[in-house]
C-alpha cells in the first residue's frame, strides 16, 4: 500500500472553476513532488518542496499554484484550467531534502478532468 | 541532453521467457539510473536503481546492466509472469537534480 495519499481521485472541473489537489505523507520525507502525466507518457516533473520550501519549479503556468503547509501536506491549487491540463496529477515524496537522491514514493494520482 | 532513449516501445512475452528493456542517454554528468514500474491506476513504485560505479545489480528476478562507455543500461526480467504486466519507465538524473524519465515501455505476460 503506498503511503502517500491523494484526494480526490477523481476531479472534473470548469475553465472557470477553483480546486485544490491534496497531498499527504507520514513516513517523514522532506522533500514533496508534484508531477504530470499524461495517458500513455512519462511523468513530467512540476513542482519540488525541499524543506517545505519550493526548490524547483519547471517553468508552469501561474494557473497551478502549489502549496506546502508542513513537512507532511502538499497542495496543488487549480484555477482558470484549460482542457489540455487534463491528466493525471501524481504527488511524490523522498526522504533526503536534496531533492532526486533516492527513491520517490508516489501516490496513487488525482484523475483531472477539465471541462 | 537530457532525453533519454527507451525501446522498446511495447513488449510482449511469453511467461516464463526474459524481458528485456532498453534505454541510452547522453549527459555523461548522470550518475543516477533508476528503473519505475508502473500497473493501471496506480503512481510509479521504484523497482531497481544503479549507479555508475557497477556495472550490473540483481534483485530477485530483476536485473540492470550498465554499460558507462556505452551510455546505455537495460532491465533484465526472468522468468516474466502475468503480474509483471505493467509499463516500465528508465530514468536518468545528477544528484540533487530532477531526473528525466523515457517514454516507457508497455509490457505484456501472456499466460
Known amino acids: 500500500d503506498t503511503e502517500v495519499t491523494q484526494t480526490p481521485k477523481h476531479l472534473v472541473m470548469g475553465m472557470t472553476n477553483k480546486k485544490s489537489l491534496k497531498c499527504e505523507q507520514h513516513m517523514g520525507h522532506r522533500a514533496m513532488y508534484w508531477y504530470k502525466q499524461k495517458a500513455k507518457k512519462p511523468p513530467e516533473l512540476m513542482f519540488v518542496y525541499s524543506y517545505e520550501k519550493l526548490s524547483i519549479n519547471e517553468s508552469v503556468p501561474s494557473r497551478f499554484s502549489p502549496e506546502c503547509p508542513n513537512s507532511s501536506l502538499l497542495n496543488l491549487h487549480l484555477h482558470a484550467l484549460q482542457p489540455e491540463d487534463s491528466a493525471l496529477y501524481l504527488c511524490?515524496?523522498?526522504?533526503?531534502?536534496?531533492?532526486?537522491?533516492?527513491?520517490?514514493?508516489f501516490g496513487e494520482g488525482s484523475r483531472l478532468t477539465v471541462l | 541532453q537530457q532525453q533519454v532513449k527507451q525501446s522498446p516501445q511495447s513488449l510482449i512475452v511469453q511467461k516464463g521467457g526474459i524481458s528485456i528493456i532498453n534505454c541510452a542517454y547522453e549527459n555523461t554528468a548522470f550518475d543516477y539510473f533508476p528503473w519505475y514500474q508502473q500497473f493501471p491506476g496506480k503512481g510509479p513504485a521504484l523497482l531497481i536503481a544503479?549507479?555508475?560505479?557497477?556495472s550490473e545489480k540483481k534483485e530477485g528476478r530483476f536485473t540492470i546492466s550498465f554499460n558507462k562507455s556505452a551510455k546505455q543500461f537495460s532491465l533484465h526480467i526472468m522468468d516474466s509472469q502475468p503480474g509483471d504486466s505493467a509499463t516500465y519507465f528508465c530514468?536518468?538524473?545528477?544528484?540533487?537534480?530532477?531526473?528525466?524519465f523515457g517514454p516507457g515501455t508497455r509490457l505484456s505476460v501472456l499466460p
Open positions: 530514468a536518468a538524473g545528477t544528484y540533487g537534480q530532477n531526473f528525466v
Open positions: 544503479i549507479r555508475p560505479d557497477v
Open positions: 511524490a515524496s523522498s526522504q533526503a531534502g536534496v531533492p532526486n537522491t533516492g527513491e520517490l514514493f
